[in-house]
């Protein structure tokens, strides 16, 4: 079964810093999803930003990007020029690919991020 | 983007009764909800995978006949908590899959018995 690690419980950063979030994932299948979605305090699962597998370009989305490494099964990210309206909760998620894969989304436990003015 | 509704936001039941919520894609065609449930503090624990027109799909440990789902149109999917007992409070939350694999999810539903 996959599973998905957070390392880190709780992160902090001034704001206008850059801040990196780490998740690493385990799996056997070549083709999957990576996902990472902010959860603020108003509790929305807000998605941040999408990685496939296959694509070997990091996904970027503004502030937000990725490292993706799939030989070293790590995504992680990084927000740029951070800001007091990023603070919140992060999950890493993992889904595969519906053909022999699943469709469920595997979630890591969290990262609580905080922003320092 | 997508968007994805919930309704009730809270609520308030007395044990013993039922309570049912909602979960409504606003923009797109769902094939497929998902209902999860968490704790504070914690991660989302999926609860069941509910495909439209067919029964859902329970993950292990949850009691299909406590917590029944229904996803009827491919734009709704309901969840009703059966005979609600203290130990159901928690923050029930749906997500319904867009195309491309991305699950869009709805702001939740506090649920608190008495």
């Known amino acids: 079964a996959q599973t998905v690690t957070q390392s880190q419980p709780e992160m902090s950063v001034q704001e206008a810093e850059t801040v990196t979030l780490s998740c690493t994932y385990d799996?056997?299948?070549?083709?999957?999803?990576l996902f990472w979605y902010k959860q603020p305090p108003s509790r929305q699962m807000i998605l941040v930003i999408r990685?496939?597998?296959?694509?070997?370009q990091n996904a970027t989305e503004n502030r937000f990007s990725v490292n993706f490494q799939k030989a070293a099964k790590s995504f992680s990210l990084k927000i740029s020029d951070s800001q007091l309206g990023d603070a919140a909760m992060y999950f890493c998620a993992y889904k595969g690919v519906p053909q022999g894969g699943s469709e469920k989304l595997v979630f890591g436990k969290g990262t609580k991020l905080t922003v320092n003015p | 983007g997508a968007v994805v509704s919930q309704h009730p936001s809270r609520v308030i039941c007395k044990s013993g009764t039922s309570v049912k919520i909602e979960c409504r894609s606003l923009?797109?065609?769902?094939?497929?909800m998902f209902w999860y449930r968490q704790f504070p503090k914690q991660s989302l624990m999926l609860m069941a995978t509910s495909n439209e027109g067919s029964k859902a799909t329970y993950e292990q440990g949850v009691e299909k006949d406590k917590f029944l789902i229904n996803h009827a149109s491919l734009t709704l999917s309901t969840l009703t908590v059966t005979s609600a007992h203290p130990e159901d409070s928690s923050f029930y939350i749906c997500s319904a899959r867009q195309v491309q694999e991305t699950q869009y999810f709805g702001p939740g539903t506090r649920l608190l018995v008495l």
């Open positions: 990685q496939e597998a296959y694509k070997q």
């Open positions: 923009d797109f065609q769902a094939t497929t």
């Open positions: 799996t056997s299948e070549s083709d999957y999803y």
